[in-house]
């Protein structure tokens, strides 16, 4: 089993920036690859961006892309996983969730963990 919390939601103004935190534990050897996706009110849930264990590979959705950074740390015990959101639009508000899977993929049905979600809300 393998265990995500996020953290770093909050209200931000267009523009601003956020980080968002996602602490990996429990049998983290099976955290590959690990990804953020979002929940925007009234829609479906989609893919934001995907990172492999060794953080070679990235993968962001086109509409993030030059604006989201994904990273991560593999700690002893747990692994750490960031999203680092620049530029932030009104139209980025959603609750975004911690994935992790075991295949490098946009297609949410191949993660088989999930966080709790955080709140990202972008005034205009």
């Known amino acids: 089993q393998v265990q995500l919390v996020e953290s770093g939601g909050g209200l931000v103004q267009a523009g601003g920036s956020l980080r968002l935190s996602c602490a990996a534990s429990g049998r983290t050897d099976s955290t590959n690859p690990m990804g953020w996706f979002r929940q925007p009110p009234g829609k479906e849930r989609e893919f934001v961006a995907a990172i492999t264990w060794d953080g070679r590979l990235t993968d962001y959705a086109d509409s993030v892309k030059g604006r989201f950074t994904i990273s991560k740390d593999n700690a002893k015990n747990t692994v750490y996983l960031y999203l680092q959101m620049n530029s932030l639009k009104p139209e980025d508000t959603a609750v975004y969730y911690c994935?992790?899977?075991?295949?490098?993929?946009?297609?949410?049905?191949?993660?088989?963990?999930w966080g709790q979600g955080t709140q990202v809300t972008v005034s205009s």
């Open positions: 994935a992790a899977g075991q295949t490098f993929t946009p297609q949410a049905e191949a993660y088989n963990y």
